[in-house]
């Protein structure tokens, strides 16, 4: 398998500013792998909330997570600023592939890149359901 080459910030329709924590950094001085799937979840949750595609207590659909990947290709360490490249790879019937490039401070190349899937379902049955148009509509300009 051909390992990936991080991408430029030009390949991405949304950013959003994430600040490191101290508490981020493991032992090795630098964040922790872990925390890089947090950012992923923020980027696509604090979009969607602000779209108005989703209430996280209210809305009747919701998306869960079936599948993540990332590829690291430089460290981010406290105290620099993530900004969070956000596109839509993929918009099923009931799916959303995310993609995410996550780029330290003013660096043009990625640090870290990946995915992330949400399965759309009933938030009471949790069975899959079709996209809600809402959703369709707030992740439109999103698509690559």
Do not use: K
Request: net charge neutral.
């Amino acid at each position: 398998m051909e390992r990936p080459t991080p991408e430029a910030r030009s390949a991405y329709r949304h950013f959003r500013a994430i600040t490191t924590r101290w508490m981020d950094n493991d032992v090795y001085a630098h964040v922790n792998n872990v925390v890089y799937y947090s950012w992923f979840d923020t980027v696509v949750n604090q979009y969607l909330v602000e779209t108005g595609a989703l209430h996280i207590e209210r809305s009747p659909v919701i998306g869960l997570v079936v599948e993540t990947h990332c590829n690291y290709f430089s460290p981010v360490s406290f105290p620099d600023l993530v900004h969070a490249g956000l596109r839509v790879a993929r918009l099923g019937s009931s799916s959303v592939r995310y993609e995410v490039g996550l780029f330290r401070n003013d660096d043009p190349l990625a640090a870290a890149q990946g995915h992330f899937v949400h399965v759309y379902v009933d938030r009471g049955t949790r069975r899959p359901v079709a996209l809600p148009d809402r959703l369709r509509e707030a992740l439109a300009p999103l698509a690559a």
